[in-house]
């Protein structure tokens, strides 16, 4: 049981025509014992972006897109009226849905959220997940639902086994803050490379301004948190020069190599990055960094 008192709602589009939608928002709520505790839109980006032509060429829920929703760039994490009780929610209780007739088809969709302090240590934790989804979201009925579930997963434990990963990677706004270079993560868990991932050329929009990334990693050796925390690191790199400056960074592990997990695991939660610029031209940044394991 933890007491939730802020959310964010991270999705990946499916990459195929058509599954991106004009719509800038969607709406999560939150229902306990048959009362509406949370009816929140999420928004995002879309079209051209922000005024003055700032923003992203394409639409954070564009074919192939991802997006990370919650907050602002000063205070990230939506924060809700009331503080959520974990431990009465059932797997019928949260529902994303969609407030226009323009169709949207999630591939993947994670909800997580920051516990109160006095659950010490306050932590960011995921409580809700659903992966490789056939849903398609409309007010229009022939082209989708008006809602659908989303399903909890648990926080798991230092000795859940991890066989597979997630990063969620947010880039917000300012000068060159975006990069064209290639990130690399290594996690070392129990003094062996569990993972070694570089991520270059996806169809998302990778690490442009104003953009949310989700990207899974493989494992080549199931390991836990505690195998980490015991003699193991998590290092994020770049492989290159052009500086990038991330906004939020996380780092999630499941219990499954495919499909949805049951439990997720936060590894690291950056919600206000504070490491510097990455980049190999050290007049600019670090070349790398050890990411903060999460408590």
Request: proline share 6%; aromatic share 6%; glycine share 10%.
């Amino acid at each position: 049981m933890a007491m939730i008192d802020k959310l964010w709602l991270a999705t990946l589009t499916k990459n195929e025509d058509d599954a991106g939608t004009g719509e800038n928002k969607l709406n999560l709520t939150i229902d306990i014992d048959g009362e509406d505790v949370l009816d929140k839109d999420f928004a995002f980006l879309t079209g051209s972006g922000l005024s003055g032509g700032l923003g992203p060429d394409s639409g954070w829920l564009d074919d192939g897109q991802a997006a990370i929703s919650g907050g602002s760039y000063d205070d990230p994490g939506e924060t809700v009226p009331s503080p959520i009780d974990s431990g009465l929610l059932t797997n019928s209780s949260v529902r994303l849905g969609i407030r226009d007739d323009d169709a949207w088809g999630p591939e993947h969709v994670l909800l997580f959220g920051r516990t109160l302090p006095q659950w010490q240590p306050s932590q960011i934790i995921a409580f809700a997940m659903e992966t490789d989804l056939a849903h398609w979201l409309s007010t229009d009925t022939s082209e989708g639902k008006l809602t659908m579930p989303i399903r909890l997963v648990g926080p798991g434990s230092p000795t859940t086994l991890i066989r597979k990963a997630l990063l969620l990677v947010y880039t917000g706004s300012g000068n060159n803050v975006e990069t064209d270079n290639d990130i690399q993560i290594q996690i070392t868990a129990g003094g062996a490379l569990v993972v070694d991932a570089t991520i270059s050329n996806t169809p998302q929009d990778d690490l442009e301004q104003y953009t949310g990334n989700w990207y899974p990693l493989d494992v080549a050796v199931p390991f836990t948190k505690g195998d980490v925390v015991s003699n193991g690191s998590i290092r994020l790199s770049i492989h290159g020069d052009d500086a990038w400056l991330p906004s939020q960074v996380y780092v999630f592990g499941l219990d499954t190599e495919t499909g949805r997990p049951s439990e997720v695991v936060t590894l690291v939660a950056i919600p206000k990055w504070d490491l510097g610029w990455l980049s190999t031209d050290t007049s600019e940044g670090e070349p790398s960094t050890l990411l903060p394991l999460s408590n």
